[in-house]
Each structure stands twice: as structure tokens, then as C-alpha cells.
Nanobody, 121 residues
Framework: QVQLVESGGGLVQAGGSLRLSCAAS????????MGWYRQAPGNQRELVAV???????NYADSVKGRFTISRDNAKNTVHLQMNSLKPEDTAVYYC???????????????WGQGTQVTVSS
């Protein structure tokens, strides 16, 4: 069993900051990418940021320069520092990990339960 548990969401005023964290636990052999996605009401889930085990990152254009993703491979955790938040950043944020539980074994995508981020104007 693999679990991804997010924390750090909440309500913040525009221009403020929040830090999201996600910890993966359970029967994990290795993790490839970890990342954050978000889904606003009426919208599809979209990529926010991802980071590989080697530290390479990719960001959505809408968050570049404001959000920073980081990762601790030893602890199987990923963080998202969100600065200069805007009302359009309001969404449920989901943690994702692409991992395998055994070697050899299939790579699979796992999701957290989501954490609400609300930015007031």
C-alpha cells in the first residue's frame, strides 16, 4: 500500500504565501517524479510543477517565478512554496508520485487526497 498525504493548504490573501508538503509512505521501492497538480471548480486537473529524482523541474507558465518545487529523496517528500498568490490560484492541490513498489515491477501514478488553497482578493 502506498499513501500520499498532503498538508499546508488554507486561506490566504492575494500576495501572500503558502507552503504545501506531501509525504509518500508505504511499500515504495523507488520514486521517479513527484509533483503538484490543481483543479479549480469546473476545470480539468492541471499540472502545476513536477520534479524528478535528479532535481530537474518543470512549471506551468502561470506559476513560473512565483512557485518553487523541492524534494527530499531520503524522506520521500515534496514541497511547493507558493509566493505572490493570486485569486486564480484558488483550487484543490493534489500531490502526485510516479513510483514502483518493487524491482522488477510496474511504474504507477499515485495521488494524494488533495488540499484546498483559497486566495482571497
Amino acid at each position: 500500500q502506498v499513501q500520499l498525504v498532503e498538508s499546508g493548504g488554507g486561506l490566504v490573501q492575494a500576495g501572500g504565501s503558502l507552503r504545501l508538503s506531501c509525504a509518500a509512505s508505504g511499500s515504495i521501492f523507488s520514486i521517479n517524479t513527484m509533483g503538484w497538480y490543481r483543479q479549480a471548480p469546473g476545470n480539468q486537473r492541471e499540472l502545476v510543477a513536477v520534479i524528478t529524482s535528479g532535481g530537474s523541474t518543470n512549471y506551468a507558465d502561470s506559476v513560473k517565478g512565483r512557485f518553487t518545487i523541492s524534494r527530499d529523496n531520503a524522506k520521500n517528500t515534496v514541497h511547493l512554496q507558493m509566493n505572490s498568490l493570486k485569486p486564480e490560484d484558488t483550487a484543490v492541490y493534489y500531490c502526485n508520485a510516479f513510483l514502483r513498489t518493487a524491482n522488477p515491477g510496474p511504474w504507477r501514478s499515485y495521488w494524494g487526497q488533495g488540499t484546498q488553497v483559497t486566495v482571497s482578493s
